[in-house]
């Protein structure tokens, strides 16, 4: 049963457009969540992260928004750029130590 | 400070044969995840040591199973193969593991032939 869902599998921007990536969660129980990007051949990394106790953090062209009566994250790139493309993956927890991936989206950022 | 290392990068097996896959965590991580990918399913969690504990598992069978060494690297076994094992393993590492961020490794490519 997957916990955490990213419904888009793909998505295209242009350079300097900005770029939304959703996920959806349905565990009620989740506090903490994550977003990490994936380029081919290389491990995931930690992009940003947000608490429960927050609806928005922002690290610089990064913003990620929650709300949690949706059950529902987003990722926010602006301006988007080239090297922005790869596949991104949303990640909750609660209080345990187990993470729950989503299925990743790819994000195309065209010049 | 030297990333997650995994090995082998990639491997080739048939079915009903077994593999053990190897990662080493960050200098001083005692936190290990291990996650499957598969296309469609994004990552998978496996499971989670901590100071050689497994301190969670994921919904895999049996048939998974790892441990974690006192310098904390960690290896995953795989028993009796099937065509659906192929994926890409990750393994993360993280402090102390709980709501930490997990700094992954490269993976390895398993195919089961």
């Known amino acids: 049963d997957q916990q955490v869902k990213q419904n888009s599998p793909s998505l295209s921007v242009q350079e300097g457009r900005i770029s939304i990536l959703n996920c959806d969660y349905t565990n009620s129980m989740f506090d903490y969540f994550l977003w990490y990007k994936k380029y081919p051949a290389e491990g995931p990394t930690f992009l940003i992260s947000i608490s429960s106790i927050k609806d928005k953090n922002e690290d610089g062209r990064f913003t990620v928004f929650l709300n949690k009566s949706a059950k529902h994250l987003s990722l926010h790139i602006v301006p988007s750029q080239p090297g922005d493309s790869a596949v991104y993956f949303c990640a909750a927890t609660n209080t345990g130590n187990q993470f729950y991936f989503g299925t990743g989206t790819s994000l195309t950022v065209i010049p | ?113």
């Open chain 2, 1 to 113: 400070k030297a990333g997650v290392t995994q090995t082998p990068r990639y491997l080739i097996k048939t079915r009903g044969q077994q593999v053990t896959l190897s990662c080493s965590p960050i200098s001083g991580h005692r936190s290990v995840s291990w996650y499957q990918q598969t296309p469609g399913q994004g990552l998978q969690f496996l499971f989670e040591y901590f100071s050689e504990t497994q301190r969670n598992k994921g919904n895999f069978p049996g048939r998974f199973s790892g441990r974690q060494f006192s310098n904390s690297r960690s290896e995953m076994n795989v028993s009796t193969l099937e065509l659906g094992d192929s994926a890409l393993y990750l393994c993360a590492s993280s402090l102390w593991g709980a709501r930490e961020t997990q700094y992954f490794g490269p993976g390895t490519r398993l195919l089961v032939l």
